[in-house]
């Protein structure tokens, strides 16, 4: 008890005041202001949030007009300025490539994490300070005003007049549903460059709609690219089905996009990634025509085929008798295949269950195919992808033994080029979520204690975040920890909340990801520690004495696993505050 209450000094000692007073205290004068003219102060001081704090800089960028307008209109301005705060603390260690979080105002903004020049950015708004801690929260400092998208990507091309050509060649082609994905980024030429294409062009892209395709797919870049994360001499990897890249030259606020498309207004956000307005076409055309020859030699047939070449024979049987095998040869898909040695790692009774239900078994082969080619290069962690069944997977890429899993399940063999498509062969078949962590949680009846526990410290919300792993205890794990110990968790509601966070990591950990002596940072308040202890004989311990006994239980949000010791965290496990089992 006394080593907690020295700790809480300390803390308190490092506190710069509330919200306010630190945003005081750091100089942020026109935003005070602001909050106090759109009457959120109070709200602010009412628990415990993250704000991302323009500058007086920042302010003084918008337009004369906008800033006036939003001063006249306080339902604007309360609107813009929730844009610029979540709940709970939020710290630079939290914070992952594409991440995104529930603002205040409803809608979300996105991390970027660019490591070539350590920039990180929330919505393409520089974060110049991290971490300036409040009492009741967290301040990091940003260099540009952040305004809520008006919509998707495709909305704010139908939205922009001078975009009305790109919109009607992207319905043309059919592209209007790959460009609702996540995490885009769009150069979008205005009218007026589609017009220096010349007639002769544009008449024989209407009369090409595969070369229309790739053209369009050429501007889409699979990840979000702000300004602030451009470089001089960078090679961006595009949608097309080639990969095919763009050559950037960055001076200064200027970006050239293969030497003569010009970046006019750059860094419009949307709900799903930013838009990039370009003056003039890329151009590829000869290129595209010559590659086409030498691209259809290399495809080994369409996907079935690609499939029977490849011997997964048990897939094949599975498709034809839920009649899927017109419907894959309909359009342009990738397939993430399981092996037949996969599909006998099943329950006789699920794989029986699923032969007598076709429609249950076309859901589940559903599951395993998404619209579009995509290669492995498309790939990055912790990337969603919509499948035909109308639920998301989950790519996650572990770099220290390279191995890349799709909802947990590690591919095996890669880019498998088909006619009309991509196949994937992964180890293990893919079951669709039962919900979120907490449905997960609160539909097992071996953690209702832990659900009960996740309830009284009120952290059900925080459990619906995005990408997060969480290491489940039993309830005779919690049983284990005897009467003293959890009539002390009763009563001390934060030390619960605190023990509950030590259990959950926040991105996402399969079992191909794990290793022997991993250390894992916490979702609580210190980022305390798990280490791992991993071997094919003991299976996966944490901190020497818990062991997962089951894994790799996928949510839509994430993983768990479940394990039979509640977590201490270290600073802990000597406390009498605790007691010792």
Not at 73 to 95: E, F, M, P, R, W
Not at 100 to 114: H, V, W
Not at 427 to 452: E, R
Request: no cysteine; glycine share 8%; aromatic share 4%.
């Amino acid at each position: 008890m006394i080593v907690a209450l020295a700790l809480t000094v300390l803390i308190q000692s490092a506190f710069g005041g509330n919200l306010v007073e630190v945003l005081q205290a750091d100089g942020e004068t026109t935003l005070i202001s602001l909050v106090q003219q759109a009457g959120l102060a109070d709200a602010i001081l009412g628990g415990e949030f993250t704000i991302f704090a323009p500058t007086n800089d920042a302010f003084s960028k918008l337009p004369q007009s906008t800033l006036d307008s939003l001063q006249k209109d306080t339902t604007a301005l309360a609107n813009i300025l929730k844009y610029h705060v979540v709940k709970g603390s939020i710290h630079k260690a939290d914070a992952s490539n594409e991440l995104q979080l529930e603002t205040l105002a409803g809608t979300k903004i996105r991390f970027n994490i660019y490591p070539h020049n350590n920039v990180v950015t929330v919505e393409g708004s520089k974060i110049t300070h991290f971490d300036l801690t409040a009492s009741n929260g967290m301040v990091h400092v940003i260099d540009t005003v952040m305004m809520p998208p008006e919509g998707s990507i495709v909305d704010l091309v139908a939205g922009n007049s001078d975009l009305s050509t790109l919109l009607s060649k992207v319905q043309s082609a059919g592209l209007a549903g790959a460009l609702q994905g996540d995490g885009l980024t769009v150069f979008a030429p205005t009218n007026a460059a589609f017009q220096k294409l010349g007639s002769h062009v544009l008449n024989n892209l209407r009369r090409n709609p595969q070369l229309l395709k790739e053209i369009l797919e050429y501007h889409v870049v699979p990840h979000t690219e702000y300004s602030a994360g451009l470089y001089n001499r960078e090679y961006v990897r595009t949608l097309d089905s080639h990969h095919d890249v763009i050559r950037l030259a960055v001076s200064g606020n200027a970006v050239t996009v293969n030497r003569n498309g010009h970046v006019i207004k750059a860094d419009i956000s949307a709900t799903n990634g930013v838009v990039h307005i370009i003056d003039h076409k890329q151009s590829k055309m000869i290129a595209l025509f010559a590659l086409a020859v030498l691209v259809q030699s290399a495809f080994g047939g369409n996907l079935v085929e690609v499939l029977q070449n490849n011997g997964e024979t048990t897939l094949i049987s599975l498709v034809q008798q839920a009649g899927l095998a017109d419907a894959l040869l309909g359009g342009e898909f990738t397939i993430f295949a399981p092996t037949n040695a996969a599909f006998s790692k099943l329950p006789q009774s699920t794989f029986d269950s699923l032969q007598k239900d076709t429609t249950a078994l076309a859901n589940i082969l559903k599951y395993h195919v998404v619209k579009g080619s995509i290669h492995k290069a498309d790939a990055s962690n912790e990337l969603q992808l919509e499948t035909l069944a109308g639920t998301k997977i989950r790519f996650n890429i572990y770099s220290h033994n390279k191995a890349v899993t799709v909802e947990g399940s590690k591919i095996t063999h890669f880019d498998l080029t088909a006619s009309n498509g991509i196949v994937h062969v992964i180890d293990t078949v893919m079951m669709p979520p039962q919900g979120s962590i907490v449905d997960l949680v609160a539909g097992n009846s071996d953690l209702s204690t832990l659900l009960s526990k996740v309830q009284s410290a009120g952290l059900a919300g925080a459990l619906q975040g995005d990408a997060l792993t969480v290491f489940a205890p039993t309830n005779a794990a919690f049983a284990r920890l005897g009467s003293h110990v959890l009539d002390n968790l009763r009563r001390n509601p934060h030390l619960l909340k605190e023990i509950l966070e030590y259990h959950v990591v926040p991105h996402t950990e399969y079992s191909a990801g794990l290793y022997n002596r991993e250390h894992l940072r916490t979702l609580d308040t210190h980022h305390d520690i798990i280490r791992l202890s991993v071997s094919s004989a003991g299976g996966v311990t944490l901190n020497l004495n818990s062991h997962v006994t089951k894994a790799d239980i996928s949510a839509t949000n994430g993983v768990v696993h479940i394990i039979d010791h509640v977590l201490i965290p270290s600073r802990h496990s000597i406390s009498s505050i605790l007691g010792r089992k």
